[in-house]
């Protein structure tokens, strides 16, 4: 369940990948596709996947238990081909790592 809240310590990754208008819905299909196999991987908590108006970019608002968590997905042999492939059909591919500072909503 995607948690949203400052008070809920998780590590979130917002992975930006800027792309080819003709790759974005490839580049999409494939991170959805890697999110099945991150949903097997200890501590995944959640991926939600973006997809800009004018095709040129792919945004993942991934959320893990912890960094250690995170870290360790980086040994997973499948996780690591999907993180590949991805930044293959991306321009530019720029992630950031982040703590919730805040969240509004009605």
């Known amino acids: 369940m995607v948690t949203i809240q400052p008070e809920k310590k998780v590590f979130t990754l917002v992975n930006m990948f800027e792309v080819s208008p003709d790759k974005q819905q490839q580049l999409l299909d494939m991170l959805v596709e890697a999110s099945q196999t991150m949903k097997q991987i200890p501590g995944f908590i ?3 996947l973006h997809k800009s108006y004018d095709g040129k970019y792919v945004v ?37 790592f982040c703590d919730v500072a805040e969240s509004v909503s009605v």
């Open 46 to 48: 959640s991926a939600n």
């Open 60 to 96: 993942n608002y991934a959320q893990w238990r912890s960094q250690q968590d995170y870290d360790a997905m980086q040994d997973n042999a499948q996780a690591t081909q999907h993180m590949k492939v991805a930044a293959g059909l991306a321009q530019s591919y720029n992630p950031i």
